[in-house]
C-alpha cells in the first residue's frame, strides 16, 4: 500500500494554492481518484499524484532524499517510528548483513527500493543524515531538538571531550551527537519517547560509537542505576509536575536539600544529573529562567551552592532553543569530592543580549578563566561576576545572573551619550528621503505569478545551494561567509559560525540570497560583499536579460510566500522553489527593483535608528541614575 496525501499537502508538494488543486480535480478527469479519507478531507495515493503532477510539469525537480523524506513523512503517523525503521535497514546493510524485511513497517516497505537507492548513491550512514536532518525540521510528530550551536557550547562547558557522557532526557540525540563532535569516547542516553530513543541509538551505531541509548522514564525508570560518567548533559522537559514527586519522595538521588517540590521537575533532573557523575565531573542542564528564583526552589538552590555543586548560572539570548521567547539559562553543575571544602563563589553569567555564535566564545573564556581560579575576583562589568556564595544565600537564593552583575561605571555615558544622539539624529534626517514613493495601482486583471522552479527550468534564474555545514575548514576559502542570521539581522559577511560544505560558492553582485530556516522570509541582494555562500542558504542567480534582482528579492520576501514556500510541516523552513514571482516585462520590472532597493535601504536605516535609540535611552538612564548627567537647566 503506497502512502496518502490531501488535498492540502499536494498544493504545498506542488508550490499552490488549494483552489489549483479543487480545480485541476474537476478540470482534469485523469486526476487521481481518493483512495480514502472522507469527501471533505479526501486522501490520495501519492505515487499516483506525484506520477500526475510529473507528467503535467507541475512538480518541482526534488532530490532523492527529498522525495523519500516526503513519502516516509506520509506514510505513518509518527515520521520518527519511519525514520527508526527505515535507519535499522540502513544499519544492516552497514553491518553487511541481509536486512530484515518482514520486522519493517509496512506502510515503509514500498519505499524500500528508494531507500536502497539512497544508500547506493551516499552510503548508509550519510543516507540516514540526509533523512535526519529533514526529520529536524519540527512539526507533527517531530519535536524541537535542541540546536547544535547551543549543544556544543553545553558539550564544551561539560569538558566532555575524551570521556563518557551522559543525556538522560536524550531525544533524538542533537547533545550526544555533539558530544561525538567533541571527542567523547561513549555516549548513552535515556529518552522517554520510544521512536527517538531508537534514532538517537542509530545514529550512535551507524557511526561505531560506543554506548546506547535506552527508552524510558529517567526519572521513575533510571536506565542507568548506579553507574557514573565523566559528563553529563540534559535539556529537560520544562514544567513537567507529574514527573514522580509522590513514588520518588525516599529515592537517594535527592542528596541536596530533600526530594524536590511537585513544581520544581527541572531541580529533579540536576540532581539526577549529579548523581550520575563522577567524583569531579561536571553536568550542563538548559533550564528555564525562572528555576534560578522560583521561592519553593531556593531550600535546593540553597543546597547546591553550600555544597559546591552549583558553579555557575549562565543566561543565554532568547530564541537559541525552545520555547524561542524566553531567554533560558545554563546551569553547570560539578559533583564535588566528599572531604573537599566548598568553592568560595559561583560564576553568574549574563550573556541574554546578543547573538550566541558571537557570545559562545566569550562564554567559554570566562568559564575556563573561572575553572582555573575558582576563588579568583573574576568581573566583566554587565556580563559576568563570580559572586560569593555567602552573597547568594540570602532570603531569595535568587541566581538570575541579570540581578548580580556590577553596574557600569559613568565613564561610559559623558561622550559615549553625546555622540550616540547625534548618530542617530543623522539617521533619523535621512529616514523621510528612504521612503519609496509609490501609489495605489488601478484595478486591472490579476497578474500572472509562477514558481520558482518554473523560472529555473526557462533559464530566468539559477538556482544553487543549499549547502550542508561543516566545522572542518580545511581546503575552505579564505573569503569570509555570508551566514543565514547575517541575511536576517541585517549584517554584512563574516567568519563566525560553521563553513559551508564543499567548494565555496562565490557571491557575485546581482545575486539573491534567501535562508532555508528562519521566523519570517528574508532575501538580499548582494551588491559588493566579497563572500562565500553560508550553509543552509539558497542562491538564486538571475539572467540579468530576463529577471531584475532588486525585483525578485522583493517577489520572494512578499508575506504570502510564507505560506506558499514554508515545507510540509508547515514550519518556517523554505522551499524556495514554490515561491510565486509575477511576470512582468523587464522594464517594469526594474522600476519595482528601484523602489525595492529603497525599501531595503530604509529598512536598514530603521534598524539602525531602533538601535541606536535603544543604546541612547539606556545611556542616559544610567547617567542620569548614576549622578553622571543631570537635566539641562537643573541643580546637581
Known amino acids: 500500500?503506497?502512502?496518502?496525501?490531501?488535498?492540502?499537502?499536494?498544493?504545498?508538494?506542488?508550490?499552490?494554492?488549494?483552489?489549483?488543486?479543487?480545480?485541476?480535480?474537476?478540470?482534469?478527469?485523469?486526476?487521481?481518484?481518493?483512495?480514502?479519507?472522507?469527501?471533505?478531507?479526501?486522501?490520495?495515493?501519492?505515487?499516483?499524484?506525484?506520477?500526475?503532477?510529473?507528467?503535467?510539469?507541475?512538480?518541482?525537480?526534488?532530490?532523492?532524499?527529498?522525495?523519500?523524506?516526503?513519502?516516509?513523512?506520509?506514510?505513518?503517523?509518527?515520521?520518527?517510528?519511519?525514520?527508526?525503521?527505515?535507519?535499522?535497514?540502513?544499519?544492516?546493510?552497514?553491518?553487511?548483513?541481509?536486512?530484515?524485511?518482514?520486522?519493517?513497517?509496512?506502510?515503509?516497505?514500498?519505499?524500500?527500493?528508494?531507500?536502497?537507492?539512497?544508500?547506493?548513491?551516499?552510503?548508509?550512514?550519510?543516507?540516514?543524515?540526509?533523512?535526519?536532518?529533514?526529520?529536524?525540521?519540527?512539526?507533527?510528530?517531530?519535536?524541537?531538538?535542541?540546536?547544535?550551536?547551543?549543544?556544543?557550547?553545553?558539550?564544551?562547558?561539560?569538558?566532555?571531550?575524551?570521556?563518557?557522557?551522559?543525556?538522560?532526557?536524550?531525544?533524538?540525540?542533537?547533545?550526544?551527537?555533539?558530544?561525538?563532535?567533541?571527542?567523547?569516547?561513549?555516549?548513552?542516553?535515556?529518552?522517554?519517547?520510544?521512536?527517538?530513543?531508537?534514532?538517537?541509538?542509530?545514529?550512535?551505531?551507524?557511526?561505531?560509537v560506543p554506548g546506547e541509548v535506552r527508552p524510558g522514564d529517567s526519572l521513575r525508570a533510571d536506565a542507568f542505576p548506579g553507574r557514573t560518567f565523566d559528563a553529563a548533559v540534559c535539556h529537560p522537559p520544562f514544567g513537567v509536575t507529574t514527573w514522580g514527586h509522590e513514588e520518588l519522595s525516599y529515592d537517594?538521588?535527592?542528596?541536596?536539600?530533600?526530594?524536590?517540590?511537585?513544581?520544581?521537575?527541572?531541580?529533579?533532573?540536576?540532581?539526577?544529573?549529579?548523581?550520575?557523575?563522577?567524583?569531579?565531573?561536571?553536568?550542563?542542564?538548559?533550564?528555564?529562567?525562572?528555576?534560578?528564583?522560583?521561592?519553593?526552589?531556593?531550600?535546593?538552590?540553597?543546597?547546591?551552592?553550600?555544597r559546591g555543586a552549583l558553579r555557575a548560572v549562565i543566561a543565554l539570548p532568547s530564541g537559541v532553543a525552545a520555547p524561542h521567547g524566553v531567554p533560558l539559562h545554563l546551569w553547570v553543575l560539578r559533583r564535588p569530592a566528599p572531604d573537599a571544602p566548598p568553592p568560595a563563589r559561583t560564576l553568574l553569567v549574563d550573556a541574554a543580549d546578543g547573538d550566541l555564535a558571537e557570545l559562545a566564545p566569550r562564554i567559554l573564556a570566562t568559564w575556563q578563566a573561572f575553572t582555573t581560579a575558582p576563588d579568583a575576583d573574576v568581573e566583566e562589568v554587565g556580563f559576568a561576576r563570580a559572586v560569593p556564595v555567602i552573597e547568594l544565600l540570602d532570603e531569595e537564593v535568587d541566581l538570575t545572573p541579570a540581578r548580580r552583575q556590577p553596574a557600569g561605571g559613568s565613564e561610559r555615558t559623558g561622550e559615549q551619550m553625546i555622540s550616540t544622539r547625534e548618530r542617530l539624529a543623522a539617521v533619523m534626517r535621512d529616514l523621510p528621503a528612504l521612503i519609496p514613493e509609490v501609489t495605489a495601482a488601478p484595478e486591472t486583471g490579476t497578474t500572472l505569478?509562477?514558481?520558482?522552479?518554473?523560472?529555473?527550468?526557462?533559464?530566468?534564474?539559477?538556482?544553487?545551494?543549499?549547502?550542508?555545514?561543516?566545522?572542518?575548514?580545511?581546503?575552505?576559502?579564505?573569503?569570509?561567509?555570508?551566514?543565514?542570521?547575517?541575511?536576517?539581522?541585517?549584517?554584512?559577511?563574516?567568519s563566525r559560525g560553521d563553513r559551508p560544505a564543499g567548494e565555496p560558492i562565490q557571491l557575485a553582485p546581482g545575486d539573491v540570497v534567501v535562508p532555508v530556516v528562519a521566523r519570517r522570509i528574508a532575501a538580499r541582494v548582494i551588491t559588493d560583499e566579497k563572500a562565500v555562500l553560508g550553509a543552509n542558504m539558497y542562491l538564486l542567480r538571475p539572467n540579468p536579460a530576463a529577471l531584475d534582482p532588486w525585483f525578485l528579492a522583493g517577489q520572494l520576501r512578499n508575506t504570502a510566500n510564507e505560506k506558499q514556500a514554508s515545507s510540509l510541516s508547515g514550519t518556517l523552513r523554505f522551499d524556495i522553489r514554490r515561491a510565486l514571482v509575477r511576470r512582468l516585462p523587464l522594464d517594469e520590472q526594474r522600476a519595482h527593483g528601484v523602489a525595492f532597493r529603497r525599501l531595503d535601504a530604509f529598512e536598514s536605516a530603521m534598524r539602525q535608528a531602533a538601535t541606536l535609540g535603544a543604546e541612547l535611552v539606556q545611556l542616559t538612564a544610567d547617567g542620569l541614575a548614576q549622578g553622571s548627567l543631570r537635566p539641562e537647566g537643573g541643580n546637581r
Open 449 to 494: 505569478a509562477v514558481p520558482v522552479a518554473e523560472l529555473v527550468r526557462s533559464g530566468a534564474v539559477q538556482l544553487l545551494g543549499p549547502v550542508r555545514a561543516t566545522r572542518d575548514a580545511d581546503g575552505q576559502s579564505e573569503l569570509p561567509v555570508l551566514h543565514a542570521r547575517d541575511v536576517i539581522e541585517g549584517n554584512g559577511p563574516s
Open 252 to 306: 537517594p538521588r535527592w542528596q541536596y536539600g530533600g526530594v524536590p517540590p511537585r513544581t520544581e521537575p527541572e531541580l529533579a533532573w540536576a540532581q539526577h544529573c549529579l548523581a550520575h557523575l563522577n567524583i569531579g565531573g561536571y553536568a550542563v542542564l538548559l533550564m528555564p529562567p525562572t528555576a534560578a528564583g522560583r521561592r519553593t526552589g531556593r531550600r535546593i538552590r540553597a543546597e547546591l551552592l553550600r
Open 1 to 208: 500500500m503506497n502512502p496518502t496525501i490531501t488535498a492540502a499537502e499536494i498544493a504545498r508538494l506542488a508550490g499552490v494554492g488549494r483552489a489549483a488543486v479543487s480545480n485541476w480535480r474537476k478540470r482534469h478527469p485523469d486526476f487521481p481518484t481518493p483512495v480514502g479519507g472522507t469527501a471533505a478531507s479526501p486522501e490520495f495515493d501519492l505515487v499516483e499524484v506525484e506520477m500526475w503532477l510529473r507528467e503535467q510539469g507541475k512538480l518541482p525537480e526534488l532530490s532523492r532524499a527529498e522525495r523519500l523524506w516526503r513519502h516516509l513523512a506520509a506514510a505513518t503517523e509518527s515520521p520518527a517510528a519511519a525514520l527508526a525503521s527505515v535507519g535499522a535497514q540502513l544499519l544492516s546493510r552497514q553491518r553487511g548483513k541481509r536486512p530484515s524485511r518482514q520486522a519493517i513497517d509496512p506502510a515503509v516497505k514500498p519505499l524500500l527500493p528508494d531507500v536502497d537507492a539512497l544508500a547506493d548513491e551516499l552510503g548508509p550512514e550519510a543516507a540516514f543524515d540526509e533523512l535526519w536532518q529533514r526529520f529536524s525540521v519540527p512539526g507533527p510528530g517531530r519535536p524541537w531538538a535542541t540546536p547544535d550551536e547551543l549543544a556544543d557550547l553545553m558539550v564544551r562547558l561539560a569538558a566532555a571531550d575524551g570521556g563518557t557522557i551522559l543525556d538522560p532526557a536524550a531525544g533524538s540525540g542533537a547533545t550526544l551527537r555533539a558530544a561525538v563532535r567533541a571527542g567523547c569516547t561513549e555516549a548513552y542516553g535515556q529518552e522517554l519517547d520510544q521512536d527517538l530513543a531508537i534514532l538517537a541509538g542509530l545514529w550512535l551505531a551507524l557511526r561505531e
